[in-house]
């Protein structure tokens, strides 16, 4: 079965090899044996019309900051209708809504769908299965059925109790669940059953023990008493025979413990089985988690409520229960067949933590927390059922974030059976975490980081696992076909920085590269398997929609066309993708390297750009979520900058090495990388060392810090936007990665945060903060101005943002911002 969730996310010349056709072997190339070098350029003329170079728009700061739809309003969360055609979703000209349209692969941009008809266009999930005669959907909270043959449509549920998790139930029937309850509806004659449900209390006894010898007596000298509790007890003997007597009468529900609450649950597609994940009852959030908003309609200020601090989060499991629904039996499902599930991973942490405070540390074996893994990106749930509900799959994780589990569960035998463990000295990567079932078979397809890179791999429940991907490569996105023969996937094959489409055979590892693009390309399988949806970009050319049959050596064709003609009139320096060599590692740093045209003999000034998210990639050939830091770096391109923006470590793209080289030293590893950088800019680029500058925002805006605080002689200025200062301040799930826990590790954190290392500030230093922040803390800035006021230092100033989250949103604040780093190079470098 396919399961669906949705989560609201003219030609370029190009010079590079091209992709193979089709290749019976998995293993690495010869081109890939050693890392690429190769300096890689595209052409920056787009194909415009005579209009544009009528209409052609200066290169203005005030432009670059202004609302972006004057870049045309690009295309974005494609997909396939129930009925075959394209939808996307396009941004409404000058107000912050989203517009549906809907087109097909000979029309264009299509038509923007009518309100009425959204139901047959949208859906938050959709299941389709080759044996189903109907594909089913939920449209604002409703469920939806679509007859294969017919082509009718049934609307099952129309409430403003909204459903979720639905699956098919045998042959006519669809289950989902609302609240704390499955229920079933049969797309013939509509009648809903509920399944099962459960509660979180203690169940109710018609008749208790007595608690005490008063209680005791009581009931042993009062008749009335006795009499009562008899009644009681054949009142719910009655109840039970009824129910069992009688189907139509729901079921009694399921209790749990009243201090846990729901966490996940999922239905077997027989409805006789279910799995139920529990937590522990309560907020994760203190009443002192709050940021002031001072910018509200009333004048007054508000006390936004925000997430807590990795330092404040207390480990916790999460509980397991396979549900005998039939038999109205519950069995909890222990950890304790993991392996390493009482291991003490972080013992050497431990040690030299104890150490560093003159105490001794010994390791212990107590049990770990482990709970259910839901992956960040990931489009599916961590519980997965085979087609023939015998055997359910399940991602686990440690607390710790050390290893992940899959298991599976046997409903004869209900125990956890671990099918593959990745365990990784640093933390288990919260991407490539996707899992499922073959349809006709009892083997699990999984990607795991094992290999060094993303890879995919089977898993028979009785067999070994078996690589069906290998190499210096990225798989993701990974869909398998509804006939078990074929898996379509992402990767970057070709080069770190280029992402096409490939097929696999599941049995024979016989590849295909289905597109050759040369960019960044992602897809939509078509419901009939036979054509793909692309969103394609090129670095200087923002996503548009193209469409390719498998089956077919056409080449990818062209659908939308959303880039405006304002846009396209610009001549845009497109960056160069630079292999830079590190000091530090074999691979190389690949980096964006913008350079002006002239032949200048003079050095030059240049700025480093840092990206955010850490784990994040932007020396792709593709174009750039940072789309207004692209016309900044064109804007000082044009003034003589050269511009240098690295995949420092710790990036996205070139596997787990490259991502955990900052583990327990955050600020380290990217920092001698831009050293690296700086005299590649000297070497290569006649830049003058002494006028180099660097900026970046989020963790971009840390790495300004540590530079600025560790290297004080590397940049002669910086300015660092909507900053990490502290790393203790920051949330759970991505700072313990990588550094564990405050209470575990403090070594790693005061090691990573660049509040420690303000006293190395020596050169001019720009903070630009937001101050409704609800990631990153205005508090992480107002304490290293407190800081830095202390240590007397005199070249550093701020600058606040009331009214910004951390993405601005204001052009007027985008502007602000970006002046006042132009200015801060324009008076230092």
Not at 145 to 167: F, P, R, W
Not at 248 to 257: C, L, R, V
Not at 734 to 761: C, K, Q
Request: net charge negative; aromatic share 12%; proline share 4%.
């Amino acid at each position: 079965m396919q399961t669906t969730i949705k989560i609201l996310a003219s030609a370029v010349t190009f010079s590079l090899l091209s992709a193979c056709v089709s290749s019976n072997n998995t293993e690495p190339s010869a081109a890939r044996e050693n890392f690429n070098t190769q300096t890689i350029t595209q052409g920056t003329k787009p194909v415009t019309n005579s209009d544009a170079l009528d209409a052609k728009v200066s290169l203005t700061m005030e432009q670059i900051m202004s609302d972006p739809d004057w870049l045309g309003r690009q295309p974005s969360n494609p997909s396939w209708a129930v009925d075959g055609s394209i939808v996307y979703k396009r941004k409404q000209f000058g107000f912050p809504f989203l517009d549906t349209y809907v087109t097909d692969q000979d029309k264009g941009n299509g038509e923007k769908a009518d309100l009425a008809s959204l139901h047959l266009y949208e859906y938050s999930q959709r299941i389709d299965d080759e044996d189903s005669t109907f594909v089913a959907w939920i449209y604002e909270g409703n469920l939806f059925i679509k007859d294969k043959i017919s082509g009718s449509v049934k609307q099952l549920t129309k409430s403003s109790e909204a459903i979720s998790n639905i699956a098919f139930l045998n042959d006519t029937a669809v289950s989902f669940q609302r609240g704390n309850a499955f229920y079933s509806v049969d797309i013939n004659n509509g009648v809903q059953e509920q399944v099962f449900s459960w509660e979180f209390k203690d169940a109710p006894v018609a008749v208790d023990k007595p608690r005490d010898y008063i209680e005791q007596e009581q009931i042993k000298l009062i008749q009335y008493i006795q009499l009562q509790r008899k009644n009681r007890a054949e009142r719910e003997a009655r109840k039970q025979a009824l129910a069992s007597a009688n189907s139509t009468i729901a079921a009694q529900p399921f209790y749990f413990s009243k201090d846990q609450q729901t966490l996940l649950a999922s239905l077997s597609p027989d409805g006789k089985f279910a799995v139920v994940a529990t937590r522990e009852k309560g907020s994760s959030r203190d009443e002192s988690d709050i940021m002031p908003d001072y910018i509200e309609e009333n004048g007054r200020i508000k006390a936004q409520a925000v997430r807590q601090r990795v330092a404040d989060a207390k480990s916790q499991s999460h509980e397991l229960w396979l549900v005998d629904i039939s038999r109205g039996t519950k069995k909890s499902l222990s950890y304790v067949n993991l392996p390493g599930y009482n291991e003490d991973v972080l013992a050497s942490v431990k040690a030299e933590n104890a150490k560093a405070k003159g105490e001794t540390y010994t390791p212990n074996r107590l049990p770990r927390d482990i709970g259910l893994l839901f992956d960040w990106y990931a489009t599916e749930m961590p519980i997965k059922w085979h087609d023939e509900s015998k055997h359910v799959a399940l991602m686990l994780e440690a607390w710790d974030n050390k290893d992940r589990w899959i298991v599976t569960v046997d409903t004869d035998k209900a125990k956890l059976e671990t099918q593959h463990r990745m365990h990784d000295e640093a933390w288990v990567n919260y991407r490539f975490n996707q899992f499922g079932w073959f349809d006709n078979q009892k083997t699990l397809y999984l990607l795991s980081e094992e290999s060094g890179y993303s890879q995919l791999y089977t898993k028979p429940l009785d067999g070994d696992l078996k690589a069906v991907t290998q190499g210096r490569f990225v798989v993701d996105d990974v869909v398998l076909s509804k006939n078990d023969e074929f898996f379509y996937y992402k990767a970057n094959k070709k080069h770190p920085g280029i992402y096409e489409i490939y097929r696999t055979n599941s049995q024979t590892g016989e590849t295909t590269a289905l597109t050759d693009l040369n960019g960044m390309t992602d897809f939509e399988l078509s419901h009939d398997e036979q054509t793909l949806l692309l969103t394609h970009s090129k670095l200087t050319m923002p996503p548009e929609l193209y469409v390719k049959t498998i089956n077919s050596t056409n080449k990818a064709q062209k659908l939308t066309s959303t880039v405006s003609e304002a846009f396209l009139s610009i001549d845009w320096q497109a960056p160069a993708i630079v292999a830079v060599p590190s000091s530090h590692t074999e691979q190389p740093i690949y980096s964006r390297v913008y350079q002006p045209s002239d032949t200048t003999t003079e050095k030059r000034r240049a700025v480093v750009f840092n990206h955010g998210a850490g784990y994040l990639q932007n020396a792709h050939l593709g174009w750039s979520g940072y789309f207004r830091e692209f016309m900044f770096h064109n804007l000082l391109v044009s003034k003589g900058y050269v511009v240098l923006d690295m995949d420092f470590r710790a990036s996205a793209g070139y596997g787990r090495d490259w991502r955990t080289a900052i583990y327990r030293q955050m600020g380290t590893p990217e920092v001698q990388d831009l050293v690296d950088g700086v005299n590649w800019l000297v070497e290569n680029a006649n830049v003058d060392r002494q006028r180099i500058g660097t900026y970046g925002g989020s963790y971009g805006g840390f790495l300004t810090f540590m530079a600025l605080f560790n290297e004080p002689d590397l940049f002669q200025a910086g300015a660092a936007l909507r900053p990490v200062s502290d790393w203790a301040h920051y949330n759970l799930p991505y700072t313990a990665n990588i550094l564990n826990h405050p209470d575990v590790d403090p070594i790693a954190y005061e090691r990573s945060s660049p509040i420690y290392f303000a006293e190395g500030l020596t050169k001019p230093l720009l903070m630009n903060a937001p101050m409704v922040d609800d990631n990153v803390f205005f508090v992480d800035v107002v304490r290293l101005v407190q800081r830095l006021i202390e240590l007397e230092k005199e070249n550093f100033e701020t600058a606040i943002y009331p009214v910004e989250p951390h993405g601005f949103v204001q052009p007027s604040s985008w502007l602000d911002e970006y002046r006042r780093i132009f200015k801060l190079f324009e008076q230092n470098l």
